[in-house]
């Protein structure tokens, strides 16, 4: 993947070689709009994890194989779509806070959601987020060829967005989370729901 014209929302130190990617995630960094208040207020968005990502206009399908390193709760690598901090989504393979290492969606409008999905016990999967229109989908695949919807949303962007990848580590010390295989296909499927 040439990733000559990709930009950075809070660099971080990044590794790359023969198609691999490798983004360092800083301790107590994430991208998320608490829906829970607090003293009776919503939180300022938190939006300090490093994104690399490039701006894509109309359909679109991100692929990647993902290996966080899981070490610390919520870590996780992460495929995004950001319209701006308050409009965005991300497909992340995530450490929950039950123990488990779990694809995870997360769709923000205002306030964010979050969605644990099933759980996995291998170290890396592939994430899929398919973009027509206005309406998304988040998918994953455990080798890379058979992939299941996680969710299938409506979320309110203008033609052109940010399309990239996130490193997060909210709860802990940080860590390497790595990235492969990355695709980014200008076009629009047939079938959301299975991602073709």
């Known amino acids: 993947m040439d990733l ?64 966080p390193n899981h070490r610390y709760t919520y870590d996780a690598c992460a495929l995004m779509v950001i319209q701006d901090e308050y409009v965005w989504t991300k497909a992340a393979f995530e450490k929950s806070d039950f123990g488990t290492n779990a694809v995870v969606c997360v769709v923000t409008n205002q306030i964010s959601d979050d969605a644990n999905g099933c759980n996995i016990e291998q170290e890396e999967i592939w994430l899929k987020i398919c973009r027509v229109g206005d309406v998304f989908c988040v998918l994953y695949a455990l080798d890379g060829e058979t992939f299941n919807m996680v969710r299938l ?3 309110p962007v203008g033609e052109s967005v940010k399309v990239g990848l996130e490193a997060q580590s909210p709860a802990g010390e940080g860590g390497l989370r790595l990235f492969s295989d990355v695709t980014l296909e200008h076009k629009t499927v047939k079938n959301l729901r299975a991602g073709i």
């Open 4 to 67: 000559t014209n990709w930009k950075w929302l809070n660099e971080s130190p990044i590794i790359t070689a023969d198609g691999d990617i490798a983004i360092v995630a800083p301790p107590r960094t994430d991208w998320f709009n608490d829906p829970i208040p607090k003293e009776g207020k919503l939180s300022a968005p938190v939006a300090n994890a490093p994104f690399y990502y490039t701006e894509v206009a109309g359909d679109f399908v991100f692929t990647a194989k993902v290996r």
């Open 153 to 155: 949303f409506h979320l």
